[in-house]
């Protein structure tokens, strides 16, 4: 009778600590590369996200103004932003275009535009970011009867289609804050984009143009308020022609 042997196959210590490193050295090579592409996804989403405001901000702001008058334009500081240096950053202007995207009407008899309503764009404090700097972009709109003529927004009878001025010397700051609530005439504040670190409008000396510089960035963290300034940054400047006088 022949006898068989069996071999039972055992595992030593040292092989199991070999085992374990090996693993552990893919397991840290797999995180680190993870790492890599994450910090460059983020990297790139915040690049990306920068570049989008700013394209959203320019052609937002540049095609109402191309159809306005120069008559009615205004430019103001608006004090409520925390950074005091701050200056022009906001502005008004008629427009003739009606919510629902209408080619503007032209009056041949009277010899005029027949203007929808007014547009404010502002700059405010960005509550969702904590560091101080950083900015949203809002837009108010004061919607007018027909045939409404030309004029500044300080001139402005409210509601519009009354005969009672505003009881103010600037009452763009007045429909910005919230004196003037919101009805069916004035919307509520509409934010347009944000991640803006400075924004200026100039307009020339017989103004026909005006200038707009923009500056955007982002906080490394945003929820942090010592965060530094993120490496993602775009400033961008702009001339608009008034074609309207």
Request: proline fraction near 7%; aromatic fraction near 12%.
């Amino acid at each position: 009778m022949t006898k068989r042997h069996i071999y039972m196959a055992g595992v030593t210590l040292l092989e199991i600590m070999f085992a374990a490193a090996i693993f552990s050295f893919l397991a840290g090579l797999m995180f680190y590369i993870f790492s890599i592409s994450a910090r460059s996804w983020i990297k790139v989403r915040q690049t990306v996200e920068i570049k989008e405001n700013s394209q959203i901000l320019m052609a937002r702001i540049e095609n109402e103004l191309r159809a306005t008058s120069v008559s009615s334009l205004d430019i103001i500081d608006y004090p409520s932003v925390s950074d005091p240096n701050q200056k022009s950053n906001a502005i008004s202007f008629l427009s003739p275009y009606d919510d629902n995207g209408n080619i503007p009407e032209y009056d041949c008899y009277a010899g005029a535009m027949k203007w929808k309503k007014y547009i404010i764009f502002y700059l405010d404090d960005d509550t969702t970011v904590k560091p101080e700097g950083y900015y949203q972009l809002f837009m108010r709109k004061i919607f007018l009867g027909d045939n409404f003529s030309t004029l500044l927004l300080k001139k402005l009878p409210y509601p519009p289609l009354s005969s009672t001025p505003l009881s103010s010397t600037n009452p763009m700051k007045n429909y910005i804050d919230g004196t003037v609530p919101s009805d069916i005439y004035l919307t509520a504040p509409r934010p347009v984009t944000g991640n803006i670190r400075k924004l200026n409008f100039t307009a020339n000396s017989n103004g026909k143009k005006v200038d707009i510089i923009v500056k955007f960035a982002k906080p490394v963290n945003p929820m942090d308020v010592t965060s530094p300034e993120g490496p993602d940054k775009l400033e961008l400047r702009s001339t608009v022609v008034l074609r309207n006088l």
